[in-house]
């Protein structure tokens, strides 16, 4: 089975920073994008950030200039460096990875369980 399991939400305060990370265990064959999306309440789930396996990045408009998505592969992690927080970056935070199990050799999309990121105003 594959896991991924984020860290580093909290609550902090208008144009302050947070470091999330995601690290993915268990019987992983090969990890392909990695990927932050996030759901605020009342809204539906949007992706922040993403980096495929050769690094290429892509970033939502509202995030651009402020939020840097980055991965380790040998650490099986990706990270999302927040700067300049806003009020409206608050949300559920989720790690997403697409990622090939040993035990079955078929590619699919893995879900964290999420972190709680709350920026105050």
């Known amino acids: 089975q594959v896991q991924l399991v984020e860290s580093g939400g909290g609550l902090v305060q208008s144009g302050g920073s947070l470091r999330l990370s995601c690290a993915a265990s268990g019987s992983v064959s090969s990890i392909n994008a990695m990927g932050w999306y996030r759901q605020a309440p009342g809204k539906q789930r949007e992706l922040v950030a993403e980096?495929?396996?050769?690094?290429?990045?892509n970033y939502a408009d509202s995030v651009k200039g402020r939020f840097t998505c980055s991965r380790d592969n040998a650490k099986q992690m990706v990270y999302l460096q927040m700067n300049s927080l806003k009020p409206e970056d608050t949300a559920i935070y989720y790690c997403?990875?697409?990622?090939?199990?040993?035990?079955?050799?078929?590619?699919?999309?893995?879900w964290g369980q999420g972190t709680q990121v709350i920026v105050s105003s």
């Open positions: 980096v495929t396996s050769g690094g290429s990045t």
């Open positions: 997403k990875g697409t990622i090939v199990a040993v035990t079955t050799g078929v590619e699919y999309d893995f």
